[in-house]
């Protein structure tokens, strides 16, 4: 198990915990340690990791949908996945903006 580090605040990210954040078409993403951080990254001009997050496929097969605006999603969708122990919770966005967007309301418990 790989050890990472927020893409933010360079806080230690266990791998039972924490988002992540990844842009598929652009093989790139981002960690962090709390959905807050998403917020302050999008806000001062992402900056990415280069790489893809391992998800099973299936889970970015059933998201098609932006969970801030319900605009339907292409491949250029942002995937966001809460790891909360074995479990693994995504949601997609059209855009990094919707991502902070939804963060900054309290995403899935707003
Ligand atoms: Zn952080
Ligand atoms: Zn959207």
């Known amino acids: 198990m ?3 580090k927020c893409t933010w605040c360079g806080a230690t990210v ?9 842009e598929p078409a652009g093989a790139r993403r981002a960690v962090f340690c709390r959905l807050e951080h998403v917020v302050p990254w999008a806000i001062q ?14 889970i970015e097969d059933s998201l098609d949908r932006c969970a801030h605006c319900e605009q339907p999603l292409d491949e250029t969708r942002i995937l966001l996945v809460r790891h909360r122990g074995e479990h693994r919770i995504p949601d997609a966005f059209c855009s990094v903006e919707h991502a902070a967007e939804w963060a900054k309301a309290g995403g899935r418990w707003r």
Request: net charge negative; no cysteine.
């Open 45 to 58: 001009g992402p900056k990415w990791e280069a790489g893809e997050i391992e998800e099973p496929k299936a």
């Open 2 to 4: 790989s050890e990472l």
């Open 14 to 22: 266990e791998a039972e915990d924490g988002y992540r954040l990844a």
